[in-house]
Nanobody
């Protein structure tokens, strides 16, 4: 059974940084499409960043240049480094994994989800 557990969320001032972690069990990170999504209150869940290898990554336009997705194969953990955070980044952040090893940014592609970690950015 595949399980994803996020951590690292919290309250930070605008301009600050956070690093989210997603510990994966039940499946090797080495051949798994992974992504981060987020959902703000009253809004739909949206794609933030994804990767199939560290050198093949995708980012939402709103986070390009500020967020970096990476993975540690030895720890089977996915990360999201978030810099220069803005109040509009406030959301519940989810880690997701896909059974198919393919580049993907849509919610329907992903088969497993974590429970989410809250990020709140104050102005």
């Amino acid at each position: 059974q595949v399980q994803l557990v996020e951590s690292g969320g919290g309250l930070v001032q605008a301009g600050g940084s956070l690093r989210l972690s997603c510990a994966v069990s039940g499946r090797s990170l080495g051949r798994t499409t992974m992504a981060w999504f987020r959902q703000a209150p009253g809004k739909e869940r949206e794609f933030v960043a994804g990767s199939i290898w560290d050198r093949i990554t995708d980012y939402a336009d709103s986070v390009k240049g500020r967020f970096t997705v990476s993975r540690d194969i030895a720890k089977n953990t996915l990360y999201l480094q978030m810099n220069n955070l803005k109040p509009e980044d406030t959301a519940l952040y989810y880690c997701a994994a896909a059974r198919d090893f393919t580049r993907a940014t849509s919610i329907g592609t992903f088969d497993w989800w974590g429970q989410g970690t809250q990020v709140t950015v104050s102005s």
